[in-house]
């Protein structure tokens, strides 16, 4: 048994409801977090049906990529299949958790898994989010450095990219005078102190900070931390919307789509025009992602695979890109695989169900 809060938090270390979008609704949405639950069902969507699954395979918590809800809910009464499935939730003791937005976000989450899906290499996020670092200033007495950092890198600060333990260090004189009341860590009342100290700085994001303020004033050995928190407006590569990739060899766009058919098993992908440009670079976005196509087209990707185009949006491609509608379901229905991955990784007697509902409200003729 494992508290449902031991999981939820788990997982926000991988994808922080920080990083989800100002629509969205992820996070703990039926049940309680201190719950000890025996299994998760996994889910793309959280349906009747699904919450009936988890009541028979004794799952009491369901993880869904899509909220069941987003907007505030004024009645409960049945009449929609959201109220419905919401009821017998709380009527059955299931807790509902989503993890949307904030797992599109993410490098290591839902386009991740379907550029592996697609065999894509060399990925990157196709439209990263800037606005999203802050940087900490401290001043430390030169002994006490290394232990201070070490708390901060704990605590998630001077993480790029594949690198941790980040930080630049320069040493300088730090000045200052006690008055009567002070405890001192060096020095003496009154008396004007010149103490060599270093200048230390690290970056992280914006989220952590409170967390990265808690670390610095516990590790730092003066009654007063001189210390100051920057914005600043690099882009987060590891976080924003869509990924770009490059395939293993370049493909004819008839091919092209033969693969997408072949790797997603999806029985129709609408596409905008043809053309003898062949394709090797590729952008992909799970789900809805007509928003990023002026971002792939820029990024001189030969592709864009992604759901949801609007008629209009085929007219985008302009001769420049190739776009393919996969279908929302089949781009994204192996974010099951994806959380089953994360949760077994660190909780391997746990039982982890994939839920077996073709959730798709989408049928073929
Ligand atoms: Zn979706």
């Known amino acids: 048994m494992v508290k449902i809060k031991d999981i939820t938090q788990y997982l926000e270390q991988f994808a922080p409801l920080h990083y989800q979008e100002s629509y969205d609704n992820s996070g703990l949405l039926t049940g309680d977090e201190d719950w000890q639950v025996k299994g998760v069902l996994l889910s793309l969507d959280c349906t009747e049906q699904v919450v009936e699954e988890a009541i028979e395979t004794d799952s009491k918590l369901i993880i869904s990529h899509h909220p069941i809800w987003f907007r505030s809910l004024k009645k409960l009464t049945g009449k929609s299949y959201v109220e419905r499935t919401i009821i017998k939730a709380i009527k059955n003791d299931v807790a509902i958790y989503a993890i949307h937005t904030n797992l ?17 290499k060399d990925l990157e996020i196709l439209a990263p989010r800037s606005s999203n670092l802050m940087k900490l200033v401290t001043f430390c007495p030169k002994e006490n450095t290394r232990q201070v950092l070490n708390t901060l890198h704990n605590a998630g600060a001077g993480a790029i990219g594949n690198y941790h333990d980040c930080a630049f260090i320069i040493e300088g004189k730090g000045t200052f005078r006690p008055n009567e009341l002070a405890d001192p860590y060096i020095g003496q009342a009154n008396k004007l102190e010149k103490v060599t100290e ?7 994001p914006e989220h952590l900070q409170q967390r990265i303020l808690e670390s610095l004033l516990k590790a730092h050995p003066y009654e007063e931390v001189a210390y100051y928190f920057q914005e600043l407006a690099n882009i987060h590569q590891d976080v924003g919307s869509g990924m770009t990739g490059i395939l293993k060899t370049s493909l004819s766009q008839k091919k092209f789509l033969q693969h997408l058919r072949n790797c997603l098993s999806t029985p129709c992908i609408k596409h905008s025009e043809l053309s003898d440009k062949p394709v090797n670079k590729i952008g992909i976005c799970g789900g809805a992602g007509s928003f990023l196509i002026n971002h792939a087209i820029r990024s001189s990707c030969d592709a864009f695979v992604t759901s949801d185009l609007k008629y209009h949006d085929f007219f985008d491609a302009n001769g420049k890109i190739l776009l393919a509608d996969v279908g929302h379901y089949e781009s994204e229905v192996s974010t099951k695989d994806l959380l089953s991955d994360i949760i077994t990784k660190k909780f391997p007697k746990f039982a982890v169900r994939l839920s077996k509902i073709d959730t798709n409200p989408i049928r073929y003729f």
Not at 104 to 120: I, S, T
Not at 198 to 204: Q, Y
């Open 104 to 120: 599109d976000n993410v490098k290591p989450g839902v386009n991740e898994k379907l550029a592996h899906k697609l065999g894509l």
């Open 198 to 204: 270093e200048r230390v700085e690290v970056i992280f």
